[in-house]
């Protein structure tokens, strides 16, 4: 299994720009996580999904973010204008059903807004 | 809304020694999660932790859950170089209705040879 995976490792981008950023969760996993990191917030979670459903998106920061589960097997977080504030490493997560015990991470995205 | 809090914020330890972190929660712990992160990578599941009073171990870590399920403790014994790195708790939602999980601010750990 190649676990979590997420694209792009590192991403540097202007002010302004819209940042997508690409999960793919384990397969077979029915529930798929974005959090941010951050040294001041630590690890914050933005929005979970079930069955490509969005459940929670309470910690979405702004209407810049937006969240999508097209299929099981992929999911998309957009920001849209990008700002310096969202500098941070986003995770996803994905565990196999509802109440699973333990989610298993990607390897993260760290997006720099210059 | 729950909150997990993290003591200490950093630790720098010798290699050898061993060394506790403490998580403790705003509301009852119904399911409580250790989690290592190495410097710039994911985070890697450690252990898990429902009844009051369960304590488990992976190699020569060790968390316990007090009685009543509001604080947990991480135990290091005899720490080597490859323990370094940032350990998060987190805390599921209530009464197993609620899958997602709330992380404390971590603890950083650093080894000294």
């Known amino acids: 299994d190649a676990g979590v995976i997420q694209s792009p490792r590192h991403e540097v981008t202007e002010m302004g720009q819209e940042v997508t950023l690409r999960c793919k969760p384990i397969?077979?996993?029915?529930?798929l996580f974005w959090y941010r990191q951050t040294m001041m917030r630590g690890l914050e979670l933005l929005i979970y999904f079930n069955n490509n459903v969005p459940i929670d998106d309470s910690g979405m920061p702004e209407d810049r973010f937006s969240a999508k589960m097209p299929n099981a097997s992929f999911s998309t977080l957009k920001i849209q204008p990008s700002e310096p504030r969202d500098s941070a490493v986003y995770f996803c997560?994905?565990?196999?059903?509802?109440?699973?015990?333990?989610?298993?991470f990607g390897s993260g995205t760290r997006l720099t807004v210059v | 809304s729950q909150e997990l809090e993290q003591s200490p914020q950093s630790l720098i330890v010798q290699e050898g020694k061993n060394l506790t972190i403490n998580c403790t929660s705003s509301?009852?712990?119904?399911?409580l999660y250790w989690y290592k992160q190495k410097y710039g990578e994911g985070l890697i599941f450690l252990m898990m932790l429902q009844k009051g009073g369960e304590e488990k171990s992976h190699e020569k870590i060790t968390a316990k859950l007090d009685e009543k399920k509001q604080q947990s403790s991480l135990h290091i014994t005899a720490s080597q170089p490859s323990h370094a790195g940032i350990y998060l708790c987190g805390a599921a939602g209530g009464q197993g209705r609620d899958d997602k999980i709330i992380f404390g601010k971590g603890t950083r750990l650093h080894i000294l040879p």
């Open positions: 997560a994905s565990s196999p059903s509802w109440g699973a015990r333990g989610y298993t």
């Open positions: 397969s077979g996993h029915n529930s």
């Open positions: 509301k009852t712990l119904y399911g």
